[in-house]
């Protein structure tokens, strides 16, 4: 009986590290894209320049801005991933909630 339980919760340890690693990969996909269509702006309007039509450079570094952004936000979302992922490493470990 006692390996049926520990089965069962190894099971649903596994079934909770997939929903969180689907929901991590899911916001990361999401930073990618933002950074993907700021990307395109900006290569739209180097082609732009190309054929004679003055950059507005405010609007260049609002999207490389909200690259940058994203790059951060992406970041973020990795250690604290890697840190989730991290977290089995110690049967044992005293956590601070709020942190």
Do not use: C
């Amino acid at each position: 009986m006692m390996s049926q339980d520990w089965q069962t919760l190894g099971e649903a340890g596994l079934q909770f590290f997939g929903k969180v690693t689907a929901s991590i990969s899911h916001e990361i996909k999401n930073a990618l894209a933002i950074i993907n269509e700021s990307a395109g702006l900006l290569d739209d309007l180097t082609l732009l320049a190309e054929k004679g039509v003055p950059l507005d450079p405010v609007r260049i570094k609002n999207h490389a801005s909200k690259i940058m952004k994203q790059i951060q936000r992406a970041d973020g979302i990795i250690k604290l991933m890697n840190r989730f992922a991290h977290s089995v490493d110690e049967k044992v470990k005293n956590v601070d909630l709020y942190d």
